[in-house]
């Protein structure tokens, strides 16, 4: 008999609470219980108590000390399972042996139904292998004879096989949409990612672009002949398809209307990824998605093999980079390496180019040529000095076109020579800087 505190049923909202358990503070013991109540399960024990549940957890847990409990620190994690939903709780009169024991009240665990695929959620998200990314391709021919063969069943009126096939063409397109979608996700990531090297990428660049051109093609050859197999189906009836499947439908608890429409969204789901009503088919979609994705990769490996060529990547510029700060004796020099290399400060990364280029090639490294010689204002503020003369030659020029003025037969006596002649060169005319080594 369920235990009175059994939690109701609420809204949909509530049942991310079934997922409490995995931001807790003992999650990974919350697991190894529940994973405790799974290998029971697949043994066809469905109730548990704390002291069964350490005893599988003896077994199954190995060296891991979250999994490693006793019955007493069991028995808190149960109610708080049981509190989230993810448990359901009954009371068991018959294990107690004593009255103590029955005062106690005994009580023994087990999965609730959405509890339990919560629980399988988790456990395929924690076991799942990302690079395990493939394309349904083998799955076409069998879809198109599973069509036809359900032509047949309707036309015979065989309500089992029409069901049977129904199911498996729901189940089988929905991993296909499922791969697809995983497939070009990964794909996406490895295209985008700044950490590929020629090594890994190269080693099976072949296989990926063959095994996306198959796809295609395929996917290209059998969607004509689905789309007719579809059209054939509908020439059987819709609708007796649909009330010979529900009829079948071994899900008693739904009434027979909920079921006959949940198959009717099931077939015009089937019936959409390979026939478009005014509009692109999922099949098509799909195709174009995989020449882009082919695309991608072609770019892909341009890329991988100019890098190459050219021996210079961005990894190797961030690992040589690292390197220096790793180096740096002081606090200060990082901070000082930092402000060089991502000019948090003046412009300093400036380049030119020598007027020879057989004296001194572009291609020549940094470190091997020689220092050029730039402004103090492009130094200074990133930008080119302005055409004007420099206050040094302002100064010379005035003074020059006053000695022209003193000869002159018009012209007054000179002024006496001023006790600064000549002028002090100038501070802020333009100066010879070296060139900052650039990492």
């Avoid at 399960?41 to 108590?49: I, T």
């Avoid at 149960?78 to 009371?91: A, I």
């Avoid at 059998?222 to 079948?248: H, N």
Wanted: aromatic share 8%; net charge negative; charged share 25%.
């Amino acid at each position: 008999m369920s235990d009175s505190g059994t939690p109701a049923a609420g809204p949909r909202d509530d049942r991310l609470r079934l997922f409490a358990f995995t931001s807790a503070e003992k999650r990974g013991e919350y697991l190894w219980v529940l994973r405790a109540f799974d290998h029971a399960r697949a043994n066809y024990v469905v109730l548990l108590h704390a002291g069964e549940i350490a005893e599988i957890l003896g077994r199954i847990a190995g060296d891991d000390q979250a999994g490693r409990l006793a019955g007493v620190e069991i028995t808190p994690l149960l109610e708080q399972l049981h509190l989230w939903g993810v448990l359901e709780r009954s009371y068991d009169g018959s294990r107690a042996a004593t009255l103590a024991e029955y005062r106690n009240r005994h009580f023994v665990y087990q999965f609730s139904q959405a509890g339990y695929q919560a629980f399988r959620a988790v456990e395929d998200v924690l076991g799942a292998r990302l690079e395990d990314a493939s394309l349904s391709r083998l799955a076409l021919p069998d879809l198109l004879a599973d069509m036809r063969e359900l032509a047949e069943a309707n036309r015979a009126a065989d309500g089992d096989l029409i069901y049977r096939k129904l199911s498996r063409l729901d189940s089988t397109l929905s991993d296909m949409a499922t791969r697809a979608a995983q497939f070009y996700l990964t794909l996406g990531d490895l295209v985008r990612t700044t950490e590929i090297t020629p090594e890994s990428f190269l080693a099976h660049k072949d296989a990926l672009l063959t095994h996306m051109r198959e796809f295609s093609s395929d996917l290209a050859r059998y969607a004509p002949k689905l789309a007719g197999a579809i059209a054939a189906v509908e020439e059987t009836g819709i609708d007796l398809l649909v009330a010979r499947a529900a009829a079948s439908d071994e899900r008693v608890l739904l009434p027979l209307h909920e079921r006959e429409d949940d198959w009717r969204s099931r077939w015009s789901g089937l019936k959409h990824w390979f026939v478009a009503d005014g509009g692109v088919s999922e099949s098509d979609r799909l195709r174009e998605g995989t020449m882009s994705a082919i695309a991608a990769v072609l770019a892909l490996l341009r890329r991988v093999t100019e890098t190459r060529k050219g021996g210079v990547s961005r990894e190797s510029q961030l690992r040589h980079l690292a390197g220096w700060f790793a180096a740096t004796p002081t606090e200060d020099a990082a901070h000082a390496l930092y402000q060089a290399v991502f000019d948090l400060g003046r412009p300093r990364h400036l380049s030119m180019l020598h007027p020879d280029a057989d004296i001194i090639p572009e291609s020549r490294s940094w470190w091997e040529a020689p220092p050029v010689e730039i402004s103090r204002t492009l130094a200074e503020t990133g930008r080119t000095p302005s055409p004007a003369c420099p206050a040094g030659c302002n100064a010379t020029t005035r003074a020059s076109a006053g000695c022209e003025r003193g000869s002159s037969p018009r012209s007054a006596p000179a002024p006496q020579r001023p006790s600064h002649w000549p002028p002090a060169a100038s501070t802020t005319g333009s100066s010879t800087s070296r060139r900052p080594r650039c990492c």
